[in-house]
C-alpha cells in the first residue's frame, strides 16, 4: 500500500478482470490503515469512474484529496484527468489554470496547461510556457522535444529554428518515435531533406497510425520530387484523422488535392 506503483498495478489488474468491487475494497483497507493515502484515494476515484452510475462520486474523491494536499499535484492532475475523460475540457483547463497558480513551478501541472494551450491553437503562449518549464527542468527530453516541435511548426525566422534544432539534437540518439519525428521535421524545416526523410521513415515505421508522422513524411516526400509516394501519405494522414484534429490538415487537403489534380 505505500508503493504508489504496485498499488496501481493491482488496482488495474482487479479492473481489467471485471472486479471493481474488489478494487474498492483494497483500496477501502489502504484507507482505512492510512487515510492520508492520497494515491489511494485517486485510484478509489478512478474506480469509481469505471461506472457511469458514480461519476458523482468519483468527482467528489478528487475534489476531496485536492482538498486535504492543495500543495500537492496530484488531486489537480486527477481531476483535471476525470474532466477530459468526460468530455468537460472547459473545466479540466479552468482547473489547470487554477492548480499552476498555486503550483506556477510544477511541471506535469504545466505539461497538462501547455496541452490544452496546444488544442486551442494558442501556440505562442504553449511556446510561452515550454520555455519557462523548460528553465525549471532542462533535463527533460519530452520538455525539449515539445519546445522545438512547437518552435518548428509554428515559427519560420531563423533565430527560432536555430533554436529548435538545438533542443532536438538532443534526442537524436533516442529512439523515441515522437522524439525522431520532431527533429526530422526541425531538419527539414532548415533544409536539410535526406536527414529528415530518413529519421520520419523509421518513426513512421513506429507509428503507422499516427497522422501528423505521415503528414510530415508526406512534405519531405513531396519537396523530394516524390510526388505519387507524396499523395499517398497525404491520404493516409487525412484518412487516420478521424477526429479532424490534426495540426495542419488544411495543409494537408490542399496538397493532396494539388497532387491529385496533375
Keep these: 500500500p505505500d508503493n504508489a ?9 482487479y479492473l481489467a478482470s471485471g472486479k471493481a468491487a474488489e478494487a474498492e475494497a483494497f483500496l477501502n483497507d489502504v484507507l482505512q490503515a492510512n487515510p492520508g493515502n492520497l494515491q489511494a484515494q ?16 468519483a468527482e467528489a474523491e478528487f475534489r476531496n ?19 477530459v475523460s ?20 510544477n511541471v506535469p501541472l504545466g505539461l497538462l ?35 522545438a516541435s512547437l518552435l518548428s511548426d509554428h515559427r519560420d525566422d531563423e533565430a527560432s529554428l536555430n533554436r529548435a534544432f538545438r533542443l532536438a539534437s538532443r534526442l537524436k540518439s533516442s529512439e523515441v518515435a515522437y522524439f525522431k519525428d520532431t527533429l526530422a521535421w526541425v531538419h527539414f524545416r532548415r533544409g536539410d531533406t535526406a536527414v529528415a526523410l530518413d529519421l520520419l521513415e523509421d518513426a513512421v515505421e513506429q507509428l503507422p497510425e499516427m497522422p501528423v508522422v505521415r503528414y510530415h513524411l508526406a512534405q ?3 519537396k523530394d520530387g516524390r510526388n505519387e ?12 484523422d478521424k477526429s479532424g484534429a490534426m495540426p495542419f ?12 489534380a496533375q
Design 42 to 57: 485517486v485510484l478509489r476515484g478512478m474506480v469509481k469512474s469505471n461506472d457511469p452510475a458514480r461519476l458523482a462520486e
Design 220 to 222: 519531405v516526400l513531396l
Design 86 to 105: 468526460q468530455n468537460r475540457p472547459d473545466e479540466a483547463e479552468a482547473l489547470a489554470r487554477e492548480a499552476l497558480e498555486i503550483l506556477p513551478d
Design 5 to 13: 506503483g504496485r498499488m496501481l498495478a493491482l488496482v488495474r489488474t
Design 113 to 147: 496547461m501547455a496541452g490544452f494551450l496546444e488544442t486551442k491553437g494558442e501556440f505562442e503562449q504553449a511556446i510561452a510556457l515550454y520555455e519557462r518549464l523548460y528553465a525549471i527542468q532542462p533535463q527533460s527530453q519530452i520538455l525539449a522535444n515539445n519546445l
Design 229 to 240: 509516394s507524396a499523395r499517398q501519405e497525404f491520404q493516409t494522414a487525412l484518412e487516420l
Design 249 to 260: 490538415r488544411a495543409e494537408a487537403e490542399s496538397a493532396l488535392t494539388k497532387l491529385n
Design 65 to 83: 484529496v485536492i482538498e486535504k494536499a492543495p500543495d500537492s499535484e496530484v488531486g489537480y492532475r486527477a481531476l483535471a484527468g476525470f474532466y
